[in-house]
T-cell receptor, first 110, second 113 residues
Framework: GQNIDQPTEMTATEGAIVQINCTYQ??????LFWYQQHAGEAPTFLSY????GLEEKGRFSSFLSRSKGYSYLLLKELQMKDSASYLC???????????FGIGTKLQVIP | DGGITQSPKYLFRKEGQNVTLSCEQN?????MYWYRQDPGQGLRLIYY???????QKGDIAEGYSVSREKKESFPLTVTSAQKNPTAFYLC????????????FGPGTRLTVL
């Protein structure tokens, strides 16, 4: 089966840094996506990792280790608007094979 | 502006009635998807379509049906056979299989009374 694990909830302080981890065990791996989803809204694309290492994009960075089946999303200089769920998703190839984790609900507090 | 639209945002139906959720995209994407999202669970794939007049079952297709008569449109029908239809439904599209970034519509929250 396909398995993606993320923490259910996290809390962090405005201005701080938070790391959201994702581990996966899937049959096949083409790449890993991170999406942000505000409550009641559609997920929006944050990052895509294919190769091992860190990809930086402004305040957000994403890391991948394929040998360990591990990724993390790093959010710096947290803002209140960053309060949302963060979905880790593994693409196993082809159109249909994207498996989503349950998402990590991040609450940013003043 | 290009994007994906779903309507309505909120939908209420009586138990035993079929209901159709609309999804339209003007991104010229070949592939389209329907997902269901429930509290405490990840997005689960219901159906997907790679090209017009073709679609495939996802992980939880029972009680649902789709059609893909036009590239822009991929409506989902929730039938009375679906045992637990109340959920948040998301439609998505992607450009091609070689890079499967999916663009999502705003979703439809269906409540069956």
């Amino acid at each position: 089966g396909q398995n993606i694990d993320q923490p259910t909830e996290m809390t962090a302080t405005e201005g701080a840094i938070v790391q959201i981890n994702c581990t996966y065990q899937t049959s096949g791996f083409n790449g890993l996506f991170w999406y942000q989803q505000h409550a009641g809204e559609a997920p929006t694309f944050l990052s895509y990792n294919v190769l091992d290492g860190l990809e930086e994009k402004g305040r957000f960075s994403s890391f991948l280790s394929r040998s360990k089946g591990y990724s993390y999303l790093l959010l710096k200089e947290l803002q209140m608007k960053d309060s949302a769920s963060y979905l880790c998703a593994v693409w196993r190839g082809g159109y249909q094979k994207v498996t989503f984790g349950i998402g990590t609900k991040l609450q940013v507090i003043p | 502006d290009g994007g994906i639209t779903q309507s309505p945002k909120y939908l209420f139906r009586k138990e035993g009635q079929n209901v159709t959720l609309s999804c339209e995209q003007n991104l010229n994407h070949d592939a389209m998807y329907w997902y269901r999202q429930d509290p405490g669970q990840g997005l689960r794939l219901i159906y997907y379509s790679q090209i017009v007049n073709d679609f495939q079952k996802g992980d939880i297709a029972e009680g649902y049906s789709v059609s893909r008569e036009k590239k822009e449109s991929f409506p989902l029908t929730v039938t009375s056979a679906q045992k637990n239809p109340t959920a948040f439904y998301l439609c998505a599209s992607s450009r091609e299989a070689s890079y499967n970034e999916q663009f999502f519509g705003p979703g439809t929250r269906l409540t069956v009374l």
